[in-house]
């Protein structure tokens, strides 16, 4: 809607427009291209558009706060100390509150602009930290809640915390049934309905031979865990990992990670 507002000679607004990062991002681009938008980063956006678009602009994507919160949970799972640097902080505060309140101790360093002029960033340094589960359930809500894309990455640090956690995941069905995978690496995960799980820490990992779900945040869970169960595991088919990360090895593998990639697996 916001593009096709964008080829409007006239004023379009939309109410309850989402004001996640990736809708900022888009109205933020057409910014550069002469769209004059009002409200980005609010859930009222009132675009003025152009009947002509051409124009020569240089763009840079906001970093991504999804792929950030992997880092953090890679750090967090293992119990590594590590920094995660150009981390858009506004997309990922309240995930970094709940996890404060579990007991992850962590720096912030100045905030800096991203490359679009528009979006803050961070270098988060995760500390040494004992966790211990949430006093709330775990669950998704529309931003500024937590990233219903986030949530599988929360779900993953329960399994290292002391106590019972429940994770709700109502926004996709059947996705809370894949943190039963992470059974197969010693986790203590019950399910109680096919939206929602128990997950009880701290893990006693153990490593596994095992098939990647179909979807994207599950499997890199499973990668992730992998990380923290000593010995050697092993993940097939990761089709759905290399589509949603680029070099996710070789990054993991530059920080510490011993990652082999096989392409017969």
Not at 228 to 257: C, F, H, K, M, Q
Request: with cysteine; charged share 20%; proline share 6%.
């Amino acid at each position: 809607v916001v593009m096709a507002a964008a080829l409007y000679d006239g004023v379009t607004t939309i109410r309850n427009a989402s004001p996640n990062y990736m809708v900022q991002d888009v109205c933020f681009y057409l910014e550069k291209l002469g769209v004059k938008i009002e409200g980005i980063g609010t859930t009222i956006l009132k675009v003025h558009g152009k009947r002509h678009i051409n124009k020569n602009v240089e763009y840079f994507p906001a970093e991504d706060p999804i792929e950030a919160m992997s880092f953090i949970a890679a750090g967090a799972v293992t119990g590594s100390e590590i920094t995660v640097a150009r981390t858009p902080i506004e997309f990922v505060e309240l995930e970094l509150a709940i996890l404060e309140n579990m007991g992850l101790r962590y720096t912030l360093s100045d905030e800096y602009p991203a490359r679009n002029g528009h979006t803050r960033l961070v270098d988060i340094s995760l500390k040494k930290s004992e966790l211990t589960a949430p006093k709330d359930k775990l669950h998704s809500m529309p931003f500024p809640g937590v990233n219903m894309d986030n949530l599988p990455f929360l779900g993953l640090i329960a399994t290292v915390a002391e106590g019972r956690t429940l994770l709700h995941d109502w926004s996709y069905e059947n996705r809370a049934i894949y943190f039963m995978e992470l059974s197969k690496l010693n986790a203590e995960v019950e399910l109680v309905d096919p939206h929602r799980v128990y997950i009880s820490g701290p893990t006693k990992w153990k490593s596994a031979d095992m098939i990647a779900p179909p979807a994207l945040r599950p499997s890199v869970v499973i990668l992730l865990a992998m990380l923290a169960a000593p010995g050697t595991s092993t993940l097939r088919d990761v089709y759905s990992i290399n589509r949603g990360y680029e070099n996710i090895a070789e990054r993991l593998n530059s920080i510490g990670a011993s990652i082999e990639s096989v392409s017969d697996l």
